[in-house]
């Protein structure tokens, strides 16, 4: 009956369930979007270790970014190669050079050279081009999205990168890294070539290992036997590269702040449009009072209502979410909604109303059930 | 006229009515409803005003008395003391037997939710519920199930004459079926006492009677022990006894 009161009380005051209710939708998009943009952009911090097909990353000890390498020497590849458990292994070369552009600039690139026969590196998804484009003579992929900053090359194009001639012979898309150099992928000859990396040297060795193979052991087995060498799960990368941002940026909270920024004009609003209602119907809750109703009863109804905004609010806001998210979601700025941050922002949302609650649950404690009386 | 009984089918027809004074209750029943010397005074600025001067009050089960007198006599204050909605300065106050001076304010809550009805003079129903939720309130603070309790209510509405408008809302009633349905959701807990401010004070003279046979149908078919504040010298004859008050003295 209490929750029948307090739906009904909330119902019929459509002005300020609005006025609840855009606080609430408010909360709810501000918080899925900032987290979502976060999420998104705290992604491509490791994107090049997610997309890469290897298991377990290899490089000096103490790496702690995967766009920021230190050479290590390729012929430790061999010794990974022996390894038990290890399928298969690759040395890449992850370093910046420059590109000239038509318009007689320069644009910084990360030249990230791969084995052209394996897939393990590969973090591109090509979409024009030919599949052996990094096997082509002078074969480079070039991202799209990259456009605006390369001058929109052009497939078959010839440029230069660190003064050697290459040909753009693929294109993806989305393939964009944390830092705003494009990412440019060819061989890893090839790109010791682009960036005046001595040939014995490589930046990272990928492995892929057996179906079979304990990931952990493979690293410690590799660890073992090569000093100076740091082997770790791609999962255990990728968070360090995430980390790497993160503490050296101050980006969480920076958009931790601006969540609770939100939460808070939420709360504001939650709180004023329950407050506000509490003072419109002081005789209601003066006769509730008058007839038996306990403080705790009339905190239930408070809460119902606070929670009916809630719900409805959290509704409404998380398809507005959705709405805003098809509409602004880009590999520059990728907004990455998953279910647990849906669910986060639902709980913190709810959290905020309950607390909401406590100003115009004070007032009701003063309300005199005498005023009943009063005509 | 005919209005309809509470809690019979049969129509209780005006002039069947007992008689509004004289009648005595047997000695042996105690009183559902006791003062002794109670007092109560209020600030004006820095100046104390007494308003209530060491009232001894008492009604006992199927009773139905009249609190009247001029304005600021302390007839409103007197029965929101008898409600437990004031506390006394002075004097004592007894409920069904329970010593009601030193209650804590949920106990206060208690006893107005299980042993007394109100009906306010401005019917104070909730806005935003139907005639039917409005009446079932009480009872879903007493525990019953949502669905008994609007059966209940609906049983109640339509002994009052209102079951084609349980739907309605309160802004949807005339001021007559206000007061009608104000009047159910005070006696549908079945309480022992029922307290009312001026319940025909925001009525025509037709809805005023009505109320009133309702009222008094009511406290003679369920034993409750009514206190009515009123100074509508049209609805006196329905009293059982009345008291008058002056200055916060009740006066022979």
């Known amino acids: 009956m209490l929750w029948r009161l307090a739906i009904h009380t909330l119902l019929r005051d459509r002005g300020k369930l609005i006025a609840g209710l855009v606080g609430v939708i408010f909360a709810v998009v501000l918080v899925n979007l900032q987290g979502g943009l976060y999420l998104g952009l705290i992604g491509k911090a490791s994107l090049l270790v997610d997309r890469s097909h290897a298991n377990v990353w290899i490089g000096e000890s103490g790496m702690h970014n995967v766009d920021f390498a230190h050479p290590i020497p390729t012929r430790w590849l061999h010794r990974v190669r022996s390894v038990p458990g290890v399928a298969e292994a690759e040395a890449i070369v992850v370093a910046v050079s420059e590109m000239s552009l038509p318009s007689h600039g320069y644009e910084g690139v990360m030249v990230i050279g791969v084995n052209p026969l394996s897939r393990l590196g590969h973090a591109f998804t090509l979409r024009e081009g030919s599949p052996t484009a990094l096997q082509e003579p002078h074969g480079v992929i070039v991202d799209a999205c990259d456009d605006d900053k390369l001058d929109a090359p052009r497939l078959g194009e010839l440029r230069e990168v660190g003064g050697q001639k290459v040909r753009i012979t693929g294109r993806s898309h989305g393939t964009m890294g944390f830092l705003v150099t494009p990412y440019l992928f060819t061989s890893r000859q090839r790109a010791y070539a682009l960036t005046q990396t001595p040939p014995d040297m490589c930046s990272y060795i990928l492995v892929r290992t057996d179906r079979a193979a304990n990931v952990s052991a493979v690293c410690d087995e590799i660890n073992r036997r090569i000093p100076g060498a740091m082997a770790v799960s791609a999962d255990r990368f990728a968070d360090i590269s995430v980390r790497y941002w993160m503490q050296r940026t101050g980006l969480g909270i920076s958009f931790g702040a601006a969540t609770l920024l939100g939460l808070l004009v939420g709360l504001v609003m939650v709180g004023q449009t329950l407050y506000a209602m509490v003072l419109d119907r002081l005789q209601e809750y003066a006769t509730l009072k008058a007839i038996g109703a306990t403080e705790r009863e009339l905190l239930t109804v408070l809460l119902g209502q606070s929670l009916g905004i809630a719900a409805i609010g959290v509704a409404i806001g998380l398809l507005v979410t959705g709405i805003l998210q098809r509409a602004l979601d880009s590999p520059r700025a990728p907004i990455t909604i998953s279910p647990a941050l849906m669910l986060t922002s639902a709980s913190l949302v709810l959290l905020m109303c309950i607390i909401a609650v406590l100003l115009p649950y004070l007032r009701i404690r003063d309300i005199d059930p005498q005023i009943a009386m009063q005509a | ?252």
């Open chain 2, 1 to 252: 006229m005919e209005v309809p009984s509470l809690f019979t089918d049969q129509p209780l027809a005006t002039a069947q009515l007992s008689p509004p004074f004289g009648i005595a209750m047997p000695a042996a029943v105690p009183p559902v409803l006791r003062t002794e010397g109670v007092w109560k005074g209020f600030f004006s600025g820095s100046q104390r005003r007494e308003v209530l001067r060491g009232i001894d009050f008492q009604i006992r089960p199927g009773e139905l008395v009249f609190l009247s007198g001029p304005s600021g006599s302390g007839k409103s204050t007197l029965l929101a003391i008898l409600g437990c909605l004031l506390t006394p300065d002075r004097g004592r106050l007894w409920i069904n037997g329970r010593d009601a001076d030193r209650l804590t304010i949920a106990e206060r809550a208690e006893i107005r939710r299980r042993d007394i009805g109100f009906v306010f003079q401005r019917f104070q129903l909730i806005q935003g519920l139907s005639a039917l939720d409005n009446v079932a309130l009480p009872l879903g603070l007493l525990g019953h199930s949502p669905s008994d309790a609007r059966r209940r209510a609906a049983d109640l509405l339509t002994q009052l004459g209102l079951g084609d408008h349980c739907q309605l809302r309160p802004t949807q009633l005339s001021p007559g079926q206000c007061q009608r349905v104000a009047l159910g959701r005070a006696v549908i807990a079945k309480p022992s006492i029922l307290l009312a401010d001026e319940p025909t004070a925001a009525l025509d003279a037709v809805n005023g009677r009505e109320i009133m046979n309702l009222l008094r149908d009511c406290v003679k078919r369920t034993n409750v022990a009514a206190v009515i504040v009123t100074h509508d010298p049209r609805i006196e004859a329905f009293a059982d006894r009345i008291c008058r008050l002056e200055d916060g003295i009740i006066v022979p």
